[in-house]
């Protein structure tokens, strides 16, 4: 019986981990969980049918909700703040800890977690991009795996296999396109908030489908794959493909490439994630049937278009305080196009303003990343408010 905790449980990806962890019942047990303070109705139901020892919520007020809407006295204990945070990624009881918070709030539970040896089933691409030369090194130290969920990243976990890295030439990260793909610079620039959550293929919480739109999340991805698979951000690139069935690839000295196919489910890279390093039957899991298919396209990417993508790409080779000032900014700006503050276009603008403006620190250590973070969300905060 492997313990799981969740971070992020009625997110996205935290609930689709707990339908996979429903299936396995005699194999899977959530012991702790942590949750946002907007689906707090959804987290109490989440926690009268798995019983987790622990949970968090990011406030006392969201504690006094909760105990509210659990009705019937539980045994679970109710934890606040980062500090819950921290302390279910901990746990004593956990042996797996599925990151699946947004943002740079996954940096600290994902350490926590590490210093005490935990396998990581890392969804959270913005602790990697944010503290990723303190994350790895650190895992290195511990004796902690990252096994990735992306579904990128997991499909070029799988492709390795253990192969030697210096027989690798590329990897090659597969993007949808998102739902710009067709469109005009003029008619992205001009695009509203509906139009960039109108994602083709996935079904993602709003923020990564805004960076979709971009294109952000594929550099995001870009800076992700390096630190975990400690190879070059040259050999790191980027093909679109709309279909969204070859998750990604991984290209050798010798000219083969093996690529990971299936559907446009992340159950299928949770439970990877959840099982490693066995293979394990996913009963009710989604099977792609490859007479069913028509054809499998591949472009080239747009930096143009799509000046995220290129503004990411820049800084990937990057061990400094960039790739932490870029996340942190978008998640600001990002935040305000979703509340109809700022334009669309004003995402990568203010963003080159952000970059323009800082002055990075090399080899940071985690100190000088959380002084990053915060000096990128007041920045970007100034620059937002200047232009609404």
């Given amino acids: ?81 980062e500090e819950g945070l921290v302390a279910v990624a901990a746990h004593d009881d956990v042996d797996l800890v599925l990151t699946a918070i947004v943002g740079f709030a996954g940096v600290k539970p994902t350490i926590a977690a590490i210093n005490k040896g935990k396998t990581i089933a890392l969804a959270n691409k913005e602790t990697l991009v944010a503290a990723g030369g303190v994350i790895m090194p650190l895992a290195k130290e511990k004796g902690a795996k990252i096994i990735p969920v992306d579904s990128e990243h ?45 994602h083709p293929n996935w079904s993602m919480g709003k923020k990564i489908t805004v960076d979709s739109a971009t294109l952000m999340n594929k550099g995001l991805e870009i800076i992700e794959a390096r630190w975990l698979f400690d190879c070059s951000a040259q050999n790191i690139k980027v093909v679109i493909h709309p279909q969204s069935i070859l998750h ?14 299936g559907l446009p489910d992340m159950r299928l890279p949770i439970h990877y994630a959840l099982f490693y390093p066995q293979r394990v039957d996913f009963v009710d899991g989604p099977v792609l049937d490859l007479c069913k298919l028509s054809d499998l396209t591949f472009e080239s990417p747009d930096y143009i278009r799509f000046p995220c993508l290129k503004l990411a790409h820049d800084i990937a080779a990057e ?12 998640e600001i700006i990002v935040g305000a196009f979703l509340d109809s503050k700022v334009s669309f276009s004003a995402i990568p603008d203010s963003l080159k303003r952000v970059l323009s403006k800082h002055r990075p620190i090399t080899k ?25």
């Fill in 154 to 198: 997991s499909a070029i976990h799988q492709c390795l296999n253990n192969d030697r890295m210096d027989s690798l030439r590329n990897i090659w990260l597969t993007a949808s396109g998102g739902p710009f793909r067709t469109w005009t610079k003029d008619q992205i620039d001009k695009a509203t908030v509906k139009d960039a959550l109108q």
């Fill in 319 to 330: 061990n400094s305080t960039l790739p932490c000032v870029l996340n942190s900014a978008n």
């Fill in 248 to 261: 990604s690839a991984v290209e050798f000295c010798d000219g083969s490439i093996i690529g990971q196919l």
């Fill in 1 to 81: 019986m492997k313990k799981i905790a969740i971070i992020g449980s009625t997110g996205s990806i935290g609930r689709q981990a707990l339908e996979v962890i429903s299936v396995h019942p005699d194999k899977l047990k959530v012991t702790a969980l942590a949750a946002g303070k907007n689906n707090l109705d959804e987290f109490a139901q989440q926690i009268h049918k798995y019983s987790p020892v622990a949970v968090s919520v990011p406030d006392s007020q969201s504690a006094i909700e909760l105990k509210t809407l659990l009705k019937n006295p539980v045994k679970t204990e109710i934890l606040i703040g």
């Fill in 364 to 388: 940071p250590d985690l100190e000088d990343i959380l002084e990053a973070d915060r000096w990128a969300r007041q920045e970007a905060t100034a620059i937002l408010k200047a232009i609404v």
